[in-house]
């Protein structure tokens, strides 16, 4: 592998940490702020994951989840648009489609194509996959809002008219399950929605929580702590972009349900900076209550799955969780090198700790990835030793 192909893929990476500044006008469920378009995208394919029962046969979960995880990247250069603010969405879409080849052509070709094909089967909406995919990007502000108890009066309605009148009244057909349960939240309906369905959008509400676990490593400008909802969207944006460098032979569609749902027991154990001091001991026990807690929210079979899941790549032994666990633990690396040195100065970390704690699991999983970064942290090393 070329290291000219590994240096644009890794351009591309550290150039789409911008997502991570741009705000959207739906707050986060505890009222406390707006949610960015990085942590709404890891929450979208989340729901994609989560919702999937509720797929039509034809649509491919997997490649819905890739139309969520990338479809907001052209807000790094437009910004979002409300949808109750009067716009001129013809030229909004042209200027999308500008930022949408200048973002992904910092890729290599291949790359560039496919990513640009993706993204537009998703604004076109006319593939089963790509109609799933914007019927949950519909969704998830409706419930952003009414699970959110500090909601601005006209936020809700945003949500009524939106419901009523607007583009997610068509969920009264498409979507009847999230159309009747959000009617019902607004006091509209009377009728209960079904069991599972209720305790699938409960979780979801509940694991937007994650966007306020902040983590030790700074965003890309060092304007501020990235969060862990954000970092399960970047690392699975890394996954997607550098699976080729992957060791073993891995199954990209495993990775990345394990990434979505990687930190979620953070919501309750929080995030323990790995250059920290720790109790490794009781940190697991906590964060096994913590998985205890968080899948059993979920209907029987999905609580299974996703636990076992969440299993396997705590474990790290399997293909797929290895190469899951390098990109982990390569992303934070990046925004370091990116930033100065970001959290290795907060906690004085030496050469051989990186190595010790981050390196060799990199190595282990994508080892051409490791072996290219050596020039970057030399030079760094040895100029803040």
Known sequence: MSADRLEQQLAFLTEIDRLKTVERSTQITDGSRVENSAEHSWHLALYALILSPYAAENVDIFLSIRMLLLHDLVEIDVGDHPIDVQTDWAAVAEKELVAAKRIFGLLPNDQAHDLLAIWTEFEAAET?????????????????????????DAHIDVVMNNLETGRASVLRQE??????????????????????????????????????????????????????????????????????????????????????????????????????????????????????RIFGILPTDQRIELRALWEEFEAAESDDAVFAKSIDRVQPVIANLETGGGSWIEYNVSRQQLEDRVGWKVAKGAPALWSYLQGRLRSWFAQNA
């Not at 979505?260 to 940190?283: S, W």
């Open 175 to 292: 979507f009847p399950e999230v159309h009747s349960y959000a009617t019902r939240l607004l006091g509209w309906s009377d009728t209960a929605p079904e069991k599972d369905f209720q305790a699938r959008i409960d979780f979801l509400a509940e694991m937007d929580k994650l966007k306020s676990v902040l983590r030790a490593t700074t965003l890309c400008d060092a304007s501020r702590r990235e969060n862990s909802g954000e970092h399960s969207w970047h690392i699975a944006m890394y996954a997607l972009i550098l699976g080729e460098h992957a060791d073993r032979p891995m199954r990209m569609d495993r990775v990345l349900k394990m990434i979505l749902i990687h930190d979620l027991v953070e919501i309750d154990a929080g995030d323990k900076p790995i250059h920290g001091d720790h109790d490794t001991a009781k940190m697991a026990m906590i964060e096994q209550a913590a998985a205890d």
């Open 128 to 152: 089963p996959s790509a109609k799933f995919a914007k019927y949950l990007d519909w969704s998830q502000p409706i419930f952003m809002t009414l699970f959110n108890p500090d909601r601005p």
